[in-house]
């Protein structure tokens, strides 16, 4: 018995999406001063979503230019840290909550701009010029 296999257009496709991405906010360059928990809880959980570098400022005046993987919450900010990369170093590292003072979106964001409408644009147009063997291959790391 042999199932059989349904082909669709590109057209077909586009129909069958039913919701639209998710918009995602440009944080690129923007810096938060930490003056509450509150504000604290709130950059961590964008700089753990971030998909590029940040500066976290620390209290003693310290930078740290970090790729943020993980936080982990404690009963207090002292129990509470931030586990992050570093460029350079393997190992992973992390700072206490409550050493942080701010956060700098410092990196560049891997995913933005990345929207299944932006690919389909530019895959109809390298279409509509002739190319052939079009395919999807990810960006540059630079």
Not at 60 to 65: L, M, Q, R, V
Not at 120 to 129: I, P, R, S, T
Request: one cysteine or more; aromatic letters at 8%; a negative charge.
């Amino acid at each position: 018995m042999s199932a059989e296999v349904k082909r669709y257009t590109l057209e077909q496709v586009e129909a069958l999406e039913l919701a639209p991405g998710a918009e995602r906010e440009n944080l690129e360059g923007l810096m938060l001063a930490i003056t509450s928990e509150d504000e604290l809880g709130e950059a961590l959980s964008k700089a753990l979503d971030y998909r590029g570098d940040v500066t976290l400022t620390l209290k003693s005046g310290e930078t740290i230019e970090a790729f943020i993987f993980n936080c982990k919450s404690g009963p207090t900010l002292d129990d509470s840290c931030v586990q992050y990369f570093t460029p350079g170093a393997p190992e992973k590292r992390k700072v206490s909550y409550a050493e942080i003072a701010g956060i700098t979106f410092s990196g560049k964001d891997r995913a933005a701009g990345k929207h299944w409408e932006d690919w389909v644009k530019a895959y109809n147009e390298k279409k509509a010029a002739g190319e052939k063997n079009i395919g999807l291959a990810p960006d540059a790391l630079e």
